[in-house]
Each structure stands twice: as structure tokens, then as C-alpha cells.
């Protein structure tokens, strides 16, 4: 492997290691790295597992349900093979593309206000934009320290089980507790930093960080919308890393059929996922966190159960 090659894939490595830990993805015990990795290596994915990956990613992604937790699970049930990091990176950048044309309105005050903000002019954009930072530092430093000193978060079904359970139980409480009198306009950094905080508890399989993300921003009064808009927002930057640093190791290798694969599991998470924002956004306009909450706590049953007498 060419020098250049082998260090851009160990990069790109780290990083989609890092954000698995941090949103989730990569369903094999496979996350421990211990030097240069060829991301484009593997076997063939077969179309109907590359399918149900995509699905379940773009499904998953945004809802508070944790798409680490069903990924994991895949294997497990279907009995295939680890489709590697390149496709699980294509899905992410697919729910990626998704997130961005929902939220273009708030990406374009963000990316319009920092130019302002960058010439001493500040708006709510720049504002906005300085706490998506803000917000992401904590995970990004505690992901990259769980990666690099301690080898990765383990990931198995029953730690699945018990954070779809728990976690789930939180939303509820939230949701049930929280005022709903707040709009992201009226968010300050300290509150922007706690929601942050909170997505350390993602680095646990089967949180979700959008789960708890949206949990701590109801449980400050945050609507339930508006709640799950940051979070969206929180989303983008990690996805966006890895995305840019592994897809420029999949064009360097030159691996026509691997990128074909990607495109269309990447086209499938796309449209999956702007289908699943625009239901759930239209959902939680109108009313609570609840269904998911049923679905955590009866998948989460359902899969301790499994487990234990399995």
C-alpha cells in the first residue's frame, strides 16, 4: 500500500471510528485500531443486506431510537457478514445529504451569519452557529479519547438492550416533565454546552444521540420540534468529517464496484431518512415523544429477553 494512501486511510479510520462512537454505525466489534487500515477491503455486500442497512439507517438516523443499536443488531439476526466501514460511512453521508435539505434554511443563516460574524457583524446565525461548535466539542474530545486510549466503546446486544431500555425511560420522563415554551432563538451557550455534554452518554450503544440529545433539550423547556432541530444540527458536523475523510480513501482506491455499492446505499439512506425527519418533525408538531418511547422500551424487553433466556 502507497504511503500516502495507507495514512489517509488510517485518518479516515480514526475519524469514522470516532464518530460511530459519537451516532453510531459500525454493527462488528471491529472498532479497535491498532495502525493503518485498508477501509476499501472486504467482502462483496450482498444487495438485500446492503438494502436493509440503508433502510435501517436512514429510518433510525434522526429518530430518537438509536441507529447504532439496530446496526449492531443486524448481524446478530440476519447471520451476514460486517459490510465494512466505506458502506456504513455511505449510509451516514446519504442521512447526511437528507438532514441538510430539511434544515437548509437554518445551514444557509449559519453559513450567512459566521461570514457577517467573521467581519464583526453578529446575527442569531453566527450565534447559532458558534453553539453547534460549542455543542460538539465535548463528544468529539471524549470520542477521540474512548478511540484512542481505551480502545472503543465494547458493543454488544445486551448493552444494546439495556441503553434502548434505560435511555428510553429518560425520554419519557423528559418529555413528561419538561415545559415546552422554548425556540432554539432563545437558546444561550451554557444551555447549547449542556446539550452537548449530554452526547457523551451516546458513546454507550443503544443510547442514541439523538435520543439524548432531544432529552436534554426538553428536559430545559425546549418544544419538542425545536429539540429534535438541534439535534439534527448536532449531527451534521461529525457525519460530515468522516464522510469527506473516507470517501476520498474510497476514490483513491479506485474500486469501481465498492463505490457502485455505496452510491446506492447511500441513495437508499437519503431518501429514507428525509422521509423519516419530515414524519417524525410533523409528528412532534403535534404531539409527544411517546411512540418512541413504547418502541425503546419494547425492543429493549424484547431483546433482554432474547438474550437471557435465548
Excluded at 87 to 105: N, P
Excluded at 158 to 168: D, P, R, S
Excluded at 249 to 261: I, N, P
Amino acid at each position: 500500500m502507497p504511503r500516502r494512501h495507507g495514512s489517509i486511510a488510517w485518518l479516515a479510520g480514526e475519524m469514522v471510528t470516532i464518530r460511530n462512537n459519537i451516532v453510531g454505525g459500525v454493527p462488528a466489534a471491529n472498532l479497535i485500531l491498532s495502525g493503518p487500515r485498508d477501509l476499501t477491503a472486504g467482502v462483496r455486500v450482498p444487495i438485500e443486506h446492503l438494502i436493509l442497512v440503508a433502510v435501517i439507517q436512514g429510518i433510525t438516523e434522526f429518530l430518537p431510537i438509536s441507529s447504532s443499536g439496530h446496526l449492531i443488531l443486524v448481524p446478530a439476526v440476519t447471520g451476514e457478514a460486517d459490510q465494512g466501514q466505506v458502506i456504513d460511512v455511505a449510509v451516514h453521508v446519504g442521512t447526511l445529504v437528507a438532514v441538510c435539505l430539511y434544515l437548509w434554511r437554518d445551514i444557509g443563516r449559519m453559513l450567512a451569519g459566521t461570514v457577517r460574524g467573521l467581519r464583526g457583524r453578529r446575527d442569531p446565525g453566527f450565534r447559532l452557529a458558534l453553539q453547534i461548535i460549542l455543542a460538539t466539542i465535548p463528544i468529539v474530545a471524549a470520542g477521540y479519547a474512548l478511540t484512542r486510549y481505551f480502545g472503543g466503546m465494547p458493543r454488544s446486544a445486551e448493552i444494546v438492550a439495556w441503553a434502548t431500555l434505560g435511555f428510553g425511560v429518560l425520554l419519557w420522563v423528559a418529555d413528561r416533565t419538561g415545559m415546552t415554551i422554548r425556540r432554539i432563538e432563545h437558546m444561550g451557550y451554557g444551555e447549547a454546552l449542556v446539550i452537548g455534554l449530554s452526547q457523551v452518554l451516546a458513546l454507550i450503544p443503544g443510547t442514541s444521540r439523538s435520543g439524548i440529545t432531544m432529552t436534554a433539550a426538553r428536559m430545559l423547556g425546549y418544544e419538542r420540534a425545536e429539540a429534535a432541530r438541534f439535534s439534527m444540527l448536532l449531527s451534521i458536523p461529525t457525519i460530515l468529517a468522516a464522510g469527506l475523510l473516507t470517501g476520498l480513501d474510497l476514490y483513491e482506491s479506485g474500486d469501481v464496484q465498492l463505490s457502485l455499492d455505496a452510491l446506492i446505499a447511500g441513495g437508499l439512506a437519503f431518501a429514507t431518512a428525509l422521509i423519516a425527519i419530515v414524519a417524525m418533525m410533523g409528528w412532534l408538531k403535534r404531539a409527544s415523544f411517546l411512540p418512541f418511547v413504547l418502541y425503546r422500551i419494547l425492543l429493549g424487553g424484547g431483546l433482554l429477553i432474547w438474550i437471557y433466556t435465548g
